[in-house]
């Protein structure tokens, strides 16, 4: 068979910054599924055909790749020169940046599905729950720690000088580079899902339950959380003074580092949902110069920047009650639900500013990723919820750039049944009629 096939499944594509253009666009024969590391003008990636690409930053032109056994599904680092991958196959290779010659390769126990991560020593995270030290210029082992009962190691620690901090089911481990790992504090309240990241004080950790936390890096106490809608999948990332993370349900927001204060909050929805109902999972943020970029699970980025233009409010819709009259007032019932949902395309519905009142009365709101914001009116069917007449919902919003919109509906509560057709209804009896 001729090397390379001529089947086109996945494509790179290299865009400009600031205008989101395309530059160049490489085609790949198989699934690439793991993030690209870029060094020295080097782009580096693997495939599921087991191939590992090494492109040109600048022009996306091939310069060399190499050609595995197994499927290549290990994010690869670049450090001085040398580039370190793992495969489906249980190796560890380590090639020559500049012309792709293999240096060594390690014959692990399983298959390394997790990034690479190097300091002192190559940190290889198995599926078998095995955390191998190799030596970065030799590829020998140093040693291996099997953790038993992880469930399979499927990320990359995060390292700091001779110390990692290593994720295995609910549990965070601290791992000196001379092989001596201890658990750090108590375990979570769910599985790890997203690679851990270590700040300058705290270590950033997000869980199956869409739990960060930020954990003491020292004794591994929670100092604060943050709940997101649905699972963490994407490393935390954290610029300046903040800590950016999303959950499973579009969402993404800046916390303050060192408190968990929310700064911002940005809702990715579906642009094809007439509803705008579906929701996607950041997969990855990156920051640089100045500006966010965010990756989601349906293939969207985008990039959120401080000067952007933004000067639309966000719209209402979906008012709950709707907007009613004499011929379809609301039955009370157990329970009424009173709200409204919210979007903005621009820099995102600000939920701190978003305040709803029922007949003059703040309520206090639940909001869900979807964009919805309500309050259920507890109640039953010999004590409603509302009394029979006219009532007053005021919504008040603005998005994180301070552009307003504000809405106010009547509805009408009527405890007996609608009045049939053709029958005489005395205005006064059901209400009163107001006009728009």
Same mark, same amino acid.
């Given at each position: 068979? %001729?090397?390379?096939?001529?089947?086109?499944?996945?494509?790179?594509? #290299?865009?400009?910054?600031?205008?989101?253009?395309?530059?160049?666009?490489?085609?790949?024969?198989?699934?690439?599924?793991?993030? $690209?590391?870029?060094?020295?003008?080097?782009? !580096?990636?693997?495939?599921?055909?087991?191939?590992?690409?090494?492109?040109?930053? /600048?022009?996306?032109?091939?310069?060399?790749?190499?050609?595995?056994?197994?499927?290549?599904?290990?994010?690869? =680092?670049?450090?001085?020169?040398?580039?370190?991958?793992?495969?489906?196959?249980?190796?560890?290779?380590?090639?020559?940046?500049?012309?792709?010659?293999?240096?060594?390769?390690?014959?692990? +126990?399983?298959?390394?599905?997790?990034?690479?991560?190097? &300091?002192?020593?190559?940190?290889?995270?198995?599926?078998?729950?095995?955390?191998?030290?190799?030596?970065?210029?030799?590829?020998? /082992?140093?040693?291996?720690?099997?953790?038993?009962?992880?469930?399979?190691?499927? &990320?990359?620690?995060?390292?700091?000088?001779?110390?990692?901090?290593?994720?295995?089911?609910?549990?965070?481990?601290?791992? #000196?580079?001379?092989?001596? #790992?201890?658990?750090?504090? +108590?375990?979570?309240?769910?599985?790890?899902?997203?690679?851990?990241?270590?700040?300058?004080?705290? %270590?950033?950790?997000?869980?199956?339950?869409?739990?960060?936390?930020?954990?003491?890096?020292?004794?591994?106490?929670?100092?604060?959380?943050?709940?997101?809608?649905?699972?963490?999948?994407?490393?935390?990332?954290?610029?300046?003074?903040?800590?950016?993370?999303?959950?499973?349900?579009?969402?993404?927001?800046?916390?303050?580092?060192?408190?968990?204060?929310?700064?911002?909050?940005?809702?990715?929805?579906?642009?094809?949902?007439?509803?705008?109902?579906?929701?996607?999972?950041?997969?990855?943020?990156? =920051? &640089?110069?100045?500006?966010?970029?965010?990756?989601?699970?349906?293939?969207?980025?985008? !990039?959120?920047? $401080?000067?952007?233009?933004?000067? &639309?409010?966000?719209?209402?819709?979906?008012?709950?009650?709707?907007?009613?009259?004499?011929?379809?007032?609301?039955?009370?019932?157990?329970?009424?639900?009173?709200?409204?949902?919210?979007?903005?395309?621009?820099?995102?519905?600000?939920?701190?500013?978003?305040?709803?009142?029922?007949?003059?009365?703040?309520?206090?709101?639940?909001?869900?990723?979807?964009?919805?914001?309500?309050?259920?009116?507890?109640?039953?069917?010999?004590?409603?919820?509302?009394?029979?007449?006219?009532?007053?919902?005021?919504?008040?919003?603005?998005?994180?750039?301070?552009?307003?919109?504000?809405?106010?509906?009547?509805?009408?509560?009527?405890?007996?049944?609608?009045?049939?057709?053709?029958?005489?209804?005395? $205005?006064?009896?059901?209400?009163?009629?107001?006009?728009?």
């Amino acid at each position: 068979m %001729l090397w390379p096939p001529t089947q086109i499944v996945s494509t790179v594509v #290299a865009i400009r910054a600031d205008t989101s253009l395309p530059v160049w666009r490489f085609e790949a024969t198989d699934r690439i599924r793991c993030s $690209p590391a870029y060094a020295g003008g080097l782009l !580096c990636f693997g495939a599921d055909n087991g191939v590992f690409y090494a492109l040109d930053g /600048e022009s996306g032109e091939l310069k060399w790749f190499l050609k595995t056994a197994r499927a290549v599904r290990s994010a690869p =680092a670049i450090v001085n020169g040398v580039i370190y991958f793992g495969t489906n196959d249980s190796k560890v290779y380590a090639l020559d940046a500049a012309a792709g010659k293999q240096k060594w390769v390690f014959d692990a +126990d399983d298959d390394v599905y997790a990034a690479i991560a190097v &300091s002192d020593v190559v940190w290889v995270a198995c599926t078998n729950g095995t955390l191998y030290g190799l030596d970065p210029n030799r590829g020998t /082992e140093r040693w291996r720690i099997p953790f038993v009962g992880a469930g399979g190691l499927y &990320s990359a620690p995060a390292v700091e000088g001779r110390y990692a901090y290593l994720a295995a089911k609910d549990r965070i481990y601290k791992v #000196a580079a001379s092989g001596v #790992a201890n658990p750090l504090g +108590d375990a979570l309240s769910a599985r790890i899902t997203a690679p851990p990241a270590l700040g300058r004080r705290y %270590l950033y950790v997000g869980c199956e339950n869409g739990t960060l936390y930020a954990l003491d890096a020292a004794r591994g106490q929670p100092v604060w959380t943050h709940k997101f809608h649905g699972a963490i999948a994407a490393q935390p990332l954290i610029t300046g003074n903040l800590v950016v993370a999303g959950g499973s349900q579009g969402e993404v927001v800046a916390l303050d580092a060192l408190t968990g204060a929310v700064r911002w909050y940005y809702q990715e929805l579906a642009p094809w949902a007439p509803e705008r109902d579906a929701l996607y999972a950041l997969m990855a943020a990156a =920051a &640089s110069g100045g500006n966010l970029y965010l990756s989601w699970d349906d293939g969207n980025l985008a !990039c959120l920047s $401080p000067d952007a233009l933004d000067t &639309s409010p966000p719209e209402i819709s979906r008012r709950t009650p709707e907007p009613g009259s004499p011929g379809g007032a609301v039955a009370p019932t157990s329970e009424m639900v009173i709200g409204a949902n919210l979007y903005d395309e621009g820099s995102g519905v600000n939920p701190a500013d978003v305040h709803i009142t029922l007949d003059g009365k703040p309520l206090e709101l639940t909001h869900r990723p979807s964009g919805d914001y309500y309050y259920a009116l507890p109640g039953s069917k010999s004590a409603p919820s509302l009394e029979d007449g006219w009532h007053t919902v005021a919504i008040t919003a603005q998005d994180q750039r301070g552009n307003k919109a504000s809405d106010t509906w009547t509805f009408l509560v009527h405890g007996e049944a609608a009045p049939e057709e053709g029958k005489t209804v005395t $205005p006064g009896s059901v209400g009163r009629t107001e006009r728009y």
